[in-house]
C-alpha cells in the first residue's frame, strides 16, 4: 500500500530556531501533498497545499513566511518552521494524493514539535 | 464555514460489544466523508469513504452510513476488539483539497 513517511517524529527546539520537517511517498508519486496541524484536543487543520514544482497555496491565517514550504520532487515535501515560538508546538501531519488521484490521501505519521 | 463534531469524546467498552461512533457536520455541501483510525504516533489510516450520493460503506466489521441532509454520519464497529483501540477521525471534503476534520472518538476496548 501506499506509504507516506515523516522524519523526524519528534523535534525539540529553543525558541527563536528553524526547523524542518519532511514528508516523503516512499513508493508512489504525489504530485499534491498537504499539511495539517493538530493542537491538542483539537481538529487537525489544514495549513497549506503544495504542488510539485509550484508554490504552495495557504489557508487563511497561515503565515507564509513563517512556515516555508518546498515541494521540488514528486516524492517529497518539506516545512521549514522559522523563528520557531512556543505557541507552533504542535503535531505537524503530511499527506500525500497519488498522482493522477482524486479522493485518497495518504497519512504521514506526524511530527511532534515542542519549542522551548 | 464547515464544522464537524464528533461525539463521545471519548468511549470505553468491554471487548465484544458492538458500538456506534457519532459524526455531525454544518454544512451538508459535501462531495464525501471519510472515517480515519489514528494510533499514537502513527499516521491516519483510512477506514471508509463514502460519496456523497451513497448512503454507506462496508468494510469486515466496519459500517458507515451517511445522512447528507442531515448532516449526520455513524461508524458501526461490531464485536469490538482490544486492537480496535484508537481514536477514530471524520472528515468531510468540501472542496478539492479541503478535508474538514472532527475532533476525534477516542476508542478503548476492555479485554
Known amino acids: 500500500g501506499a506509504v507516506v513517511s515523516q522524519h523526524p517524529s519528534r523535534v525539540i527546539c529553543k525558541s527563536g530556531t528553524s526547523v524542518k520537517i519532511e514528508c516523503r511517498s516512499l513508493?508512489?508519486?504525489?504530485?499534491?501533498m498537504f499539511w495539517y496541524r493538530q493542537f491538542p484536543k483539537q481538529s487537525l487543520m489544514l495549513m497549506a497545499t503544495s504542488n510539485e514544482g509550484s508554490k504552495a497555496t495557504y489557508e487563511q491565517g497561515v503565515e507564509k513566511d513563517k512556515f516555508l514550504i518546498n515541494h521540488a520532487s514528486l516524492t517529497l515535501s518539506t516545512l521549514t518552521v522559522t523563528s520557531a515560538h512556543p505557541e507552533d508546538s504542535s503535531f505537524y501531519i503530511c499527506?500525500?494524493?497519488?498522482?493522477?488521484?482524486?479522493?485518497?490521501?495518504?497519512f504521514g505519521p506526524g511530527t511532534r514539535l515542542t519549542v522551548l | 464555514k464547515q464544522e464537524v463534531t464528533q461525539i463521545p469524546a471519548a468511549l470505553s467498552v468491554p471487548e465484544g460489544e458492538n458500538l456506534v461512533l457519532n459524526c455531525s457536520f454544518t454544512?451538508?455541501?459535501?462531495?464525501?466523508l471519510q472515517w480515519f483510525r489514528q494510533d499514537p504516533g502513527k499516521g491516519l489510516t483510512s477506514l471508509l469513504l463514502?460519496?456523497?450520493?451513497?448512503r454507506e460503506q462496508t468494510s469486515g466489521r466496519l459500517n458507515a452510513s451517511l445522512d447528507k441532509s442531515s448532516g449526520r454520519s455513524t461508524l458501526y464497529i461490531a464485536a469490538s476488539q482490544p486492537g480496535d483501540s484508537a481514536t477514530y477521525l471524520c472528515?468531510?471534503?468540501?472542496?478539492?483539497?479541503?478535508?474538514?476534520f472532527g475532533t476525534g472518538t477516542r476508542l478503548t476496548v476492555i479485554p
Open positions: 472528515a468531510v471534503k468540501t472542496g478539492a483539497n479541503n478535508l474538514f
Open positions: 513508493d508512489f508519486q504525489a504530485t499534491t
Open positions: 463514502i460519496q456523497s450520493s451513497q
Open positions: 454544512d451538508s455541501a459535501i462531495y464525501n
Open positions: 499527506s500525500a494524493r497519488l498522482r493522477g488521484g482524486v479522493d485518497t490521501q495518504y
